[in-house]
């Protein structure tokens, strides 16, 4: 079935360092909706990107990400972490006319000054 | 806009009692999701809803839960004979649109099963 893998539980790294976080999934369908979802501490998810479009890169907030369809990636970075940054991210898959989005495990970002 | 609201925000069953969740979705929004959030799991989806009907709850425990959304602007979760297992926080969205629709997400209700 279909799948989203977050290779890292938890990411620490110091301010104004660059941070990526991995994403990958697996479908049948050649059409995947790839999206970010961020939970800040005692708050909801959000969306923070999505995309659909191959080789396109997409950006939000200082966040950008590009989806690949050839490696089955949708990996999300920034090139300065922010303090704020701090919170978990969620990559999600969803293909047209699909069934609801499916999370991977999640990967917990700590930035320290 | 309130945005997607939850009710209880917390809600403490001993095992073997039955937890009812409560969801109003954004108005005007036609779809409406259930998932479940564990430190272990992260988000695990269990059913979700499109303009009133059932779509998918391929993620539902079979015996135990249910979910129903008798109108458009409320849905329920259902937890008969709760188990310690069944405790997390239970999230529910709505959304307006397509596949490529975002996720809006209430607070939460957490559960704790003792």
């Known amino acids: 079935g279909d799948s989203v893998t977050q290779t890292e539980g938890l990411v620490t790294l110091t301010e104004g360092l660059p941070v990526m976080l991995n994403c990958t999934y697996q479908?049948?369908?050649?059409?995947?909706?790839l999206f970010w979802y961020v939970q800040h501490l005692n708050e909801s998810p959000r969306l923070l990107l999505k995309s659909f479009t191959d080789n396109k890169r997409t950006e939000h907030q200082g966040f950008h990400a590009t989806l690949h369809k050839s490696s089955s990636s949708f990996h999300l970075q920034k090139s300065s972490a922010q303090l704020s940054d701090s919170a978990l991210y969620y990559c999600?898959?969803?293909?047209?006319?699909?069934?609801?989005?499916?999370f991977g495990t999640g990967t917990t970002v700590s930035v320290s000054p | 806009n309130a945005g997607v609201i939850q009710t209880p925000r917390h809600k403490v069953t001993g095992k073997g009692q039955e937890a009812t969740l409560w969801c109003e979705p954004i108005s005007g929004h036609s779809a409406v999701f259930w998932y479940r959030q564990t430190i272990v799991q992260g988000l695990e989806f269990l059913t979700y809803f499109r303009n009133q009907a059932p779509i998918d709850d391929s993620g539902m425990p079979k015996e135990r839960f249910s979910a129903q959304m008798p109108n458009q602007s409320h849905s329920t979760l259902k937890i008969q004979s709760t188990q310690p297992q069944d405790s997390a926080v239970y999230l529910c969205?709505?959304?307006?649109?397509?596949?490529?629709?975002?996720?809006?997400f209430g607070s939460g209700t957490r559960l704790t099963v003792l």
């Open positions: 479908t049948i369908y050649s059409n995947p909706f």
């Open positions: 969205a709505s959304s307006d649109r397509g596949s490529a629709e975002t996720l809006y």
């Open positions: 999600a898959l969803r293909y047209q006319g699909g069934r609801a989005l499916i």
